[in-house]
């Protein structure tokens, strides 16, 4: 049973095994990914229900351009399908939706469809859905680097002056831009134990959970398990234990 009073604030998703799901049942990759964002639609409705204020996803990284043409075209297509279906219900339930990474280079009609959930979804007041899109962690760190240089050229910030606190402020979660606090917990499906250059800087003091699961297996009954194993950890932030 969940302690609806523990519930973590902010929940960071890597949503892996897709291509291992549709490989299992011999159907090509996209299928594991149109599964995958079906499992994706449950754990937004059900993070809601719950009460989480911030569901972040891991949906296309800086190293996925490696993969087929016709795989990352499948996706963005996918993608395109999912803002179009799900906008009025994600509208309807105050769902908030942000973008975390440079969209601006996913094909047109994907920018297109995005704007238009940031646009229509901006004054929600629910929960915050945060879709890393062409998002890798290094690439966020240097790109926040070269923020501040821009300000400390301008005189706007003194480099002495620099914290943990206000570089945080650049990078992607920052209040720059959607203004995310660091994660909770962070979840991982598939067996893998890695990040993959997801939320480094973000989730130095995360608990993270590593689940079997393929992602397209990943029921909210899935789900509610990562968060009691989470609300069953004691959280020191480096700190000694006080118990």
Do not use: C
Request: proline residues 3%; charged residues 30%; positive net charge.
């Amino acid at each position: 049973m969940l302690d609806k009073e523990k519930i973590p604030k902010h929940i960071a998703i890597v949503m892996d095994g897709n291509g291992r799901w549709a490989n299992n049942k011999g159907l090509p990759r996209l299928a594991g990914h149109n599964a995958g964002m079906v499992a994706m639609k449950e754990i937004v409705k059900h993070s809601s229900i719950l009460g989480v204020k911030h569901l972040t996803v891991y949906a296309f990284s800086t190293e996925n351009w490696k993969r087929s043409v016709d795989e990352v075209n499948g996706i963005f297509k996918l993608l395109v399908l999912y803002v179009e279906k799900e906008l009025k219900e994600l509208n309807k339930n105050n769902v908030r939706v942000r973008i975390l990474g440079d969209y601006s280079k996913l094909p047109k009609e994907a920018v297109k469809s995005l704007e238009k959930a940031l646009k229509k979804t901006d004054k929600n007041t629910g929960l915050q859905f945060n879709i890393a899109l062409n998002y890798g962690s290094r690439d966020e760190m240097i790109q926040a680097i070269r923020l501040i240089g821009e300000d400390i050229r301008q005189g706007l910030v003194k480099p002495e002056n620099i914290t943990e606190e206000s570089f945080s402020k650049y990078l992607f979660t920052g209040e720059k831009f959607a203004d995310v606090p660091d994660p909770d917990l962070v979840i991982r499906t598939s067996g893998e134990k890695r990040l993959s250059n997801y939320l480094l800087w973000q989730s130095a003091y995360s608990e993270f959970v590593f689940m079997e699961t393929l992602w397209p297996d990943f029921t909210p009954t899935e789900y509610e398990k990562a968060i009691e194993e989470y609300q069953n950890r004691n959280r020191r932030f480096g700190g000694r234990s006080i118990t």
